[in-house]
């Protein structure tokens, strides 16, 4: 029930109450004082009919005379207590009347002269009040039926009843004033906590009233301001937080004790692979055993240490530790790239000594034969020629080996400047031309006359193309090699391009890669070091630029480089 209905029930119920309780009380105090009035009243008018009473007088005629003139019925007895006088009674009937000398109100007026009662009349029937006062002759009686009495106290009744009736209305109007203007800034506040309790902190009692409700209304205003400061505060640690775990390499994940993940950073998902929204059950989580039960025994309490493994693709660390408050945190760090490197340094060394292994074999072997005195000594030149040319391909493997580690470290910046394509493109055709010669290939310098300069490190520049170059001779059996310019999207290109071996599309794409070759005896007999294109991509990458090759088997090759055009230093 809503409080302004209590408030208003409440107070109809106090009134009623107290009307029906003022008409009951108000109506017996009243009958009793109408019946101590009357009794003076009638006690009064016996001692005048007594005073009319006198020997020689006919007592019924006094009697008649008297009760008219009072308005009471006025009976007369002797002292014997027989009726000789009664207003309502005739002669005849009131000879009929039994004796008196037992009623009480005779009783009463002969022991101390004046005696009343309220009784059934034996004679009259209904109930009547008498009063009788002691007389030298008898005793004179009056008295009335309290009908009339009963008929007073019901009209003061009713007129009570009616004034209550009246105020019932006002106050029942005062009642539904008073809810309401109680009710009404309960009601508001209501709202307002409501509002707060859903989350609105902005909502505030706009209310000013005096007293308990205007207290209240304060104090929900300042709990409010409260927690807006500290919904705002916990908001900023929570952005904190967030900021702080998406920043970590690792993934990481928290979970609740029923291993439902309740946060979880872009890494985490990237590597578990899942992107459905929080909180995500466990079974969204990848169903890898070790995962499972490493999370499970975070659960129960048990901290797992570090675990390698496989997950989509990637090598991963899994770690997963109890929280002190329930649940679990698992962190995952992503391991690929090391992995990665380290093969990579692997294979490295295993290429550099395998490498380095047939000419010191070589070397060490012509050199052991050279030790023999007996050898002819043509045969010797031979030897020494082999061990010497073995020496060089080590040392251009080791130079070569140097120069890229120097470009790779970044210790080597290329000096730009504006480089004459011409000039260069001619110093190296003349420098391969003997070996083109002694395969019959024809080398063509194709120079585009809006692609004549370009901005590169001269020595880089020459060291490019004579790669180039020098890799379409050794891979070209017969037919000739281009060296064309054309102006690109800012910068300009350079293409080599022979009719050639040609490179098969699944090695295309790895013939950058150092020592990477695909036919590695083919490469060893031309002079080859595997190292020629890692070195070009290298120098094209210092210079911001890149190198990309195009193949068609048993047609030809071409590599195409391009320098952005920049300034030079
Ligand atoms: P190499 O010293 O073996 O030539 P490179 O790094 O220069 O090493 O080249 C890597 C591999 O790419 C070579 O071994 C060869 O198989 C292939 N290659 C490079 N240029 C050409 C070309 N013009 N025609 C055919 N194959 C080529």
Avoid: C
């Amino acid at each position: 029930m809503r409080l302004a209905s209590r408030l208003l029930a409440g107070s109809l119920i106090v009134v009623t109450a107290l009307v029906a309780a003022i008409v009951l009380i108000a109506g017996s105090r009243l009958h009793a004082r109408l019946l101590e009035e009357k009794t003076d009243e009638l006690s009064r008018a016996a001692r005048v009919v007594a005073a009319h009473w006198s020997p020689g007088i006919d007592a019924d005629s006094l009697a008649h005379t008297d009760g008219a003139a009072l308005g009471y019925r006025v009976t007369l007895i002797d002292s014997a207590g027989n009726v000789v006088g009664d207003a309502e009674f005739s002669p005849d009937a009131r000879r009929r009347l039994e004796n008196h000398a037992t009623r009480p109100e005779i009783i009463a007026a002969r022991a101390s002269g004046i005696g009343s009662a309220l009784r059934q009349s034996a004679s009259a029937g209904d109930e009547e009040l008498y009063v009788a006062v002691r007389h030298p002759l008898g005793f004179t009686r009056v008295s009335i039926t309290t009908a009339r009495l009963e008929s007073v106290v019901n009209g003061a009744q009713r007129d009570v009843l009616a004034s209550g009736l009246v105020a019932l209305g006002g106050a029942l109007i005062l009642a539904l004033f008073f809810a309401r203007s109680i009710s009404q800034p309960v009601v508001e506040l209501r709202d307002v906590a409501r509002a707060i309790a859903g989350g609105d902190l902005s909502r505030r009692p706009a209310l000013s009233a005096p007293g308990e409700i205007g207290d209240l209304a304060t104090a929900l205003q300042r709990m409010t301001e409260q927690l807006a400061t500290r919904v705002a505060a916990l908001q900023e640690d929570d952005l904190l937080m967030i900021a702080l775990i998406e920043s970590l390499e690792e993934g990481v994940l928290a979970l609740d004790d029923r291993g439902t993940v309740v946060r979880i950073n872009e890494r985490g998902r990237a590597l578990l692979n899942v992107q459905t929204p929080l909180p995500i059950a466990p079974e969204h989580l990848p169903r890898e055993h070790a995962v499972r039960a490493a999370i499970a025994d975070a659960l129960a309490g048990e901290a797992t240490a570090p675990q390698e493994m496989t997950l989509f693709d990637r090598t991963v660390t899994v770690s997963a530790r109890p929280l002190p408050t329930a649940g679990a945190v698992v962190t995952i760090l992503d391991l690929t790239m090391l992995r990665r490197l380290e093969t990579i340094r692997r294979d490295f060394v295993a290429n550099v000594s395998h490498e380095l292994k047939t000419p010191l074999t070589v070397v060490s072997g012509y050199a052991e034969t050279l030790l023999d005195e007996g050898i002819p000594t043509e045969q010797r030149r031979k030897f020494v020629k082999t061990i010497r040319d073995n020496a060089m391909r080590m040392q251009r493997i080791v130079d070569e080996l140097l120069d890229l580690s120097r470009i790779e470290s970044g210790g080597w910046r290329p000096k730009l400047a504006t480089v004459d394509v011409t000039g260069v493109v001619s110093d190296v055709f003349m420098a391969l031309q003997p070996s083109a010669n002694g395969k019959g290939l024809t080398l063509v310098s194709d120079i585009s006359p809006d692609a004549v300069r370009l901005t590169a490190d001269h020595t880089a520049f020459r060291q490019v193309i004579t790669n180039l170059v020098e890799n379409a001779v050794r891979y070209t059996k017969e037919g000739s090699i281009t060296l064309q310019t054309r102006r690109g999207d800012g910068g300009v290109w350079v293409d080599v391009r022979d009719t050639g071996v040609g490179i098969a599309a699944e090695h295309l794409p790895r013939i950058f890669e150092r020592f990477y070759r695909v036919d590695a005896g083919r490469s060893r007999e031309q002079g080859g070091t595997g190292l020629g294109l890692a070195i070009v991509r290298h120098l094209m990458e210092a210079h911001g630029g890149r190198v990309e090759a195009a193949s068609t088997l048993g047609k030809g090759t071409t590599i195409s480089a391009f320098f952005p055009s920049g300034k030079p230093a």
